[in-house]
Antibody, heavy 117, light 113 residues
Framework: QVQLQESGPGLVKPSETLSLTCTVS????????WSWIRQPPGRGLEWIGY???????NYNPSLKSRVTISVDTSKDQFSLKLSSVTAADTAFYYC???????????WGQGTMVTVSS | DIVMIQSPDSLAVSLGERATINCKSS????????????LAWYQQKPGQPPKLLIY???TRESGVPDRFSGSGSGTDFTLTISSLQAEDVAVYYC?????????FGQGTKLEIK
């Protein structure tokens, strides 16, 4: 079955860029939408944005100026870059299959990213 | 943005009893051309990612026990657990995927009474 795995640094300094990658295994990245969602510890869920396998994207306006999501179909991976981070960006970051008029049916285990000097 | 409001914020129910969680959207999430409500329910247990339970407001995801059911249309939705089991202790979220930015409710914490 399809599985997702996030990878990337767990600690990022303020003003720097957070970079995460999600690897899709057990299936192809093609023909689906792929999203990033985050959750500050003890709080609710916030959709960050999605990428379609073709490369088209859609971002949450609240983060749009700082977010880039890209896809590499040759590696079955998609990635998140969030620039100019602050402590408010400290959260669990999840990758998920969904978006583009579909619910999020498969989730990665999540990775905790802390923004601190 | 479509605002999703859940009620109650927390709920304590006895084992074997019914649990009901409500979700209200600030605008309709019913797409008239296909008569589908773009509303999903998720279950999140401590230390785990959310798990999809229900989509299209009332379609149960494969493998989800049939004690979980979703109902409602337009702006008002309900998640019902017909007979609460110990493993159902979790936080439940509703989410609209009708329009971006996709938004979630604030969550309802379900506990055993």
């Amino acid at each position: 079955q399809v599985q997702l795995q996030e990878s990337g640094p767990g600690l990022v300094k303020p003003s720097e860029t957070l970079s995460l990658t999600c690897t899709v295994s057990g299936g192809s990245i093609s023909s689906y939408y792929w999203s990033w969602i985050r959750q500050p510890p003890g709080r609710g869920l916030e959709w960050i944005g999605y990428v379609f396998y073709s490369g088209s994207t859609n971002y949450n306006p609240s983060l749009k100026s700082r977010v880039t999501i890209s896809v590499d179909t040759s590696k079955d991976q998609f990635s998140l870059k969030l620039s100019s981070v602050t402590a408010a960006d400290t959260a669990f970051y999840y990758c998920a299959r969904g978006g583009g008029w579909y619910a999020f049916d498969i989730w990665g285990q999540g990775t905790m990213v802390t923004v601190s000097s | 943005d479509i605002v999703m409001i859940q009620s109650p914020d927390s709920l304590a129910v006895s084992l074997g009893e019914r649990a009901t969680i409500n979700c209200k959207s600030s605008q309709s999430v019913l797409y008239s051309s296909n008569n589908r409500d773009y509303l999903a329910w998720y279950q999140q247990k401590p230390g785990q990612p959310p798990k999809l339970l229900i989509y299209w407001a009332s379609t149960r995801e494969s493998g989800v026990p049939d004690r979980f059911s979703g109902s409602g249309s337009g702006t008002d939705f309900t998640l019902t657990i017909s007979s609460l089991q110990a493993e159902d202790v979790a936080v439940y979220y509703c989410q609209q995927y009708y329009s971006t930015p996709y938004t979630f409710g604030q969550g309802t914490k379900l506990e055993i009474k």
